[in-house]
């Protein structure tokens, strides 16, 4: 039988944050179904296999890090307050 992986162990094993494989499952990047409802995600060995050959895992695929009150574009928050991209 095929091994299923959770959210957490395919963070460990790409060197990701969580939020980042929310990400890639939002966006259809990385195929991933539900159990019991919406709170147990997995994905299956091959699909995980499959987005890895993709090169899933690169850059391109990461949000972008802002920092904390930035606009998406990258522009200061409003009120011009500027924060430190990290």
Not at 30 to 43: I, M, N, Q
Not at 50 to 56: C, D, L, V
């Amino acid at each position: 039988m095929e091994r299923m992986y959770t959210i957490n162990e395919i963070c460990k094993e790409l060197s990701v944050a969580r939020r980042t494989v929310h990400h890639w499952i939002a966006t259809k990047e990385l195929k991933a179904f539900h159990l019991g409802g919406k709170r147990l995600t997995r994905v299956w060995e091959q699909d995980l296999g499959k987005f890895i050959q993709r090169g899933g895992q690169h850059d391109r695929l990461k949000p972008k890090k802002l920092g904390r009150g930035a606009a998406k574009d990258g522009r200061p928050a409003p009120g011009g307050r500027r924060t430190a991209n990290r």
